[in-house]
């Protein structure tokens, strides 16, 4: 053999020996883009929710504490699993009962809504109701109505458990985002003024609900002090009760499960092609 023809073989039998010593090249995966792809799919719908939340919520937006008291181991909210074994929780006489049912018919006028109130015993479950309609007439009589029920019970001074006070807004089925208990601590009604005056402190709440109800953009406001109040009813329900938001949040869910989809046949084909040209 040739000195020229030997130079070549060693040559070729050090780049055989290189190869085989050079580690393998990772493999990169062919799905690796198809899930950057969901993820970046996934974010998407995540930020149409986050400003479906932030930008077009109905709810009223707080400021206050419905739990606000100095002496936080005094009070809390009323739970049915509490045995609440104190006095009873004063009632309505007719004569202010009668003035709160009064008060509330002028708001009825103005908004075309029965606007009723309860208050309930934790002790004796017993519950006084009244309403725009009148006094012991419940607000669910009507097609449209809202009522603002309060609950508050007293324990004995030698219970473990504490009083505990709450309030919950109930409605006919076209109202959405009803205010919540924090939402009435800013109009001064809070666990610790219902504890101390069950009766100022039902009807503070249940004449301050349609206020909120017009902070949350769910009632519309009436006229101004010191014009005639007219009538103003809800709009008519009608079509689908989704609003536009949801719709673009639900269009916008679909598009993303399309185009993951699509992402998915694009990404396998392009990874079979590449399996095809490498092997001839």
């Not at 085989?20 to 930020?47: N, Q």
């Not at 006489?93 to 309930?120: D, M, P, Q, V």
Request: charge should be positive; hydrophobic fraction near 40%.
């Amino acid at each position: 053999m040739s000195r020229r023809r030997r130079s070549k073989a060693a040559a070729a039998m050090h780049a055989q020996r290189k190869a085989a010593e050079r580690p393998p090249k990772p493999v990169k995966s062919k799905w690796r883009d198809f899930w950057w792809a969901i993820g970046i799919v996934a974010a998407l719908v995540f930020g149409l929710f986050a400003i479906d939340g932030a930008m077009y919520s109905t709810t009223p937006r707080t400021s206050g504490s419905f739990h606000q008291s100095a002496d936080t181991d005094s009070a809390g909210y009323f739970s049915t699993s509490t045995h609440y074994d104190g006095e009873a929780v004063p009632q309505f006489s007719a004569e202010a009962a009668s003035e709160l049912a009064a008060g509330l018919a002028e708001l009825e006028k103005a908004h075309g809504i029965c606007f009723g109130w309860s208050l309930t015993d934790g002790k004796t479950k017993r519950t006084q109701t009244g309403s725009s309609q009148g006094r012991d007439i419940a607000a669910k009589r009507c097609p449209r109505w809202l009522e603002t029920a309060v609950t508050v019970g007293y324990t004995s001074n030698d219970s473990a458990s504490s009083d505990g006070a709450n309030i919950i807004v109930y409605g006919s089925s076209e109202f959405r985002n009803l205010p919540r208990p924090d939402d009435f601590a800013r109009l001064g009604v809070n666990i610790p003024a219902l504890l101390e005056d069950p009766i100022a402190g039902t009807g503070h709440a249940a004449l301050g609900l349609p206020l909120l109800m017009i902070e949350a953009g769910i009632l519309q406001p009436v006229a101004q002090a010191g014009q005639p109040i007219t009538p103003k009813p809800l709009d008519a329900v009608n079509g689908s009760d989704i609003s536009p938001t949801t719709w673009l949040v639900f269009y916008g869910l679909g598009g993303a499960a399309v185009l993951s989809v699509g992402l998915g046949f694009w990404l396998r084909k392009r990874a079979k092609d590449k399996e095809r040209n490498s092997s001839v």
